[in-house]
């Protein structure tokens, strides 16, 4: 895990798609970020411990290699495992926030297009999902974020919300249909998406390029507020 600490970072991308502006000024609390998504070794000692159902490319020789991430499971599976790890540490582990994710991946470069810096790596077609090591790395050290797959993130898509979030802790709208994801994948033409880049899928769907990475750090105040609203 990586130590990301609370302050202000610059979210988005002015001159990016319609879907990345505007940029704008968020805070977040400190938090802890994998350095890599899931892995295969790992989950397969979730899949051992709970005897969940295996993602749909389990047995596939082309997603077999231990480090290479997990894909194929959904959003909700994606939860059961930072559940899971969250019971064997005693500490709370979740899917990272949009804004979380983000500020862990440009690793203190606001103005960088990629995790990474300026320059696009060069164009390749991958086969089958990379190691997770074999994605350059960001000045903090986490790697994998693009060109590997995409990674579910905690909140719910919403057009209206992007624009008008909160700036402290945003934590997504209070319902939608649709996850926000982020990261480059490994299926796409150009595998190499920028950090301010943004995606989304109904969380119970599996796409053999949706793997996920978790965080160490306590619900954010908003979620937990309104987690408390829709139990009481």
């Not at 389990?58 to 290479?68: K, M, Y």
């Not at 995606?199 to 105040?221: C, I, K, Q």
Request: overall charge neutral.
């Amino acid at each position: 895990m990586v130590e990301i600490g609370a302050g202000w970072f610059w979210m988005g991308w002015g001159d990016g798609l319609p879907g990345e502006r505007p940029r704008h000024r968020v805070w977040t609390d400190a938090f802890a970020i994998a350095r890599f998504p899931v892995t295969n070794r790992e989950y397969a000692r979730f899949l051992e411990d709970t005897g969940a159902a295996p993602p749909p490319w389990w047995t596939d020789p082309r997603f077999g290699e231990p480090a290479q991430p997990v894909v194929g499971t959904s959003w909700f599976e994606a939860v059961a495992y930072c559940d899971w790890l969250s019971a064997r540490t005693t500490a709370r582990h979740r899917l990272p926030t949009e804004a979380e994710w983000e500020k862990a991946a440009r690793g203190g470069l606001p103005d960088a297009r990629f995790p990474w810096g300026q320059d696009r790596p060069a164009r390749r077609t991958f086969e089958r999902p990379p190691l997770v090591t074999d994605a350059p790395e960001n000045p903090l050290g986490i790697a994998a974020l693009s060109g590997v797959c995409h990674e579910w993130c905690l909140d719910w898509d919403g057009s209206a919300y992007y624009a008008a979030s909160p700036d402290r802790n945003p934590t997504g709208p209070d319902h939608g249909t649709r996850r926000i994801s982020r990261g480059g994948a490994w299926r796409h033409q150009d595998p190499w998406s920028p950090v301010a880049h943004r995606s989304s899928l109904p969380p119970a769907l599996r796409y053999s390029d949706y793997g996920f990475r978790v965080v160490r750090a306590p619900d954010p105040p908003a979620l937990s507020q309104a987690t408390a609203t829709t139990t009481s």
